[in-house]
């Protein structure tokens, strides 16, 4: 099974305080990390584009899911777009999810 961590588990429950959503929403991203597989994601863990997805949704399911389908076309441009595709994106992605 795909390890969510435990510190994108407690962003999750609170982005998406719904016991249910959030566990829907670990399972999409369970999902697509399957998906994409190990060439899919050359030079890019899992906790890192799981997490580019939640801090890009900010809370919103819908949003979550347009974002889970387009990342399974580029997820580049999404670590792009919530500042984790630079070499500091530890950092950043400490302040994220503390």
Same mark, same amino acid.
């Given at each position: 099974m795909?390890?969510?961590?435990? $510190? /994108?588990q407690?962003?999750? $429950?609170?982005?998406?305080p #719904?016991? #249910?959503?959030?566990?829907?929403v670990e399972?999409?991203?369970? /999902?697509?990390?399957w998906k994409?597989?190990?060439? =899919?994601?050359?030079?890019?863990?899992?906790e890192?584009?799981?997490?580019?997805?939640?801090?890009?949704?900010? =809370?919103?399911?819908?949003? /979550?899911?347009d974002?889970v389908?387009? #990342?399974?076309?580029?997820?580049?441009?999404?670590?792009?777009?919530?500042?984790l595709?630079?070499?500091?994106f530890?950092?950043?992605?400490?302040? #994220?999810?503390?």
């Amino acid at each position: 099974m795909i390890e969510i961590t435990q $510190r /994108l588990q407690r962003r999750i $429950r609170r982005d998406f305080p #719904e016991a #249910e959503v959030a566990k829907d929403v670990e399972s999409s991203l369970r /999902l697509m990390v399957w998906k994409l597989g190990p060439d =899919g994601m050359t030079g890019v863990g899992h906790e890192r584009l799981m997490a580019a997805v939640v801090i890009h949704a900010r =809370g919103d399911v819908r949003r /979550l899911r347009d974002t889970v389908s387009l #990342e399974q076309l580029d997820w580049r441009d999404l670590l792009v777009a919530t500042y984790l595709a630079d070499s500091d994106f530890p950092q950043y992605l400490d302040q #994220e999810l503390p």
